[in-house]
């Protein structure tokens, strides 16, 4: 069992920047593979990015390659995901999961765990 816990979300202006964290409890977070997800008002939960359970590999979707990094620290159980160059359409909740061995990263009915989730608003 993980339990996930999301923070950092908060209310930024376009071009802005915010770090999200995603804290696991269990002593076995490294072993699992972590992804984060959003959903916006009315739309369908996607994929934004992830990595790997040694973070020796990360995965991105394009509408965020460039601006978003992933990356994970085994030592705390924490994952981040620091968002530069904030755009309006960047607004959703934001969720991060984690799966032990998904087959593919970027398709959310991989992940097992999940998080309740944090609000991220960029205004225009």
């Known amino acids: 069992q993980v339990q996930l816990v999301e923070s950092g979300g908060g209310l930024v202006q376009a071009g802005g920047s915010l770090r999200l964290s995603c804290a696991a409890s269990g002593r076995t977070f490294s072993s699992y593979a972590m992804g984060w997800f959003r959903q916006a008002p009315g739309k369908e939960r996607e994929f934004v990015a992830a990595?790997?359970?040694?973070?020796?590999?990360?995965y991105y979707a394009d509408s965020v390659k460039g601006r978003f990094t992933i990356s994970r620290d085994n030592a705390k159980n924490t994952v981040y995901l620091q968002m530069n160059s904030l755009k309006p359409e960047d607004t959703a909740v934001y969720y991060c999961a984690a799966d032990l061995d998904p087959r593919d990263y970027d398709i959310r009915y991989e992940y097992d765990y999940w998080g309740q989730g944090t609000q991220v608003t960029v205004s225009s």
């Open positions: 990595i790997s359970w040694s973070g020796g590999s990360t």
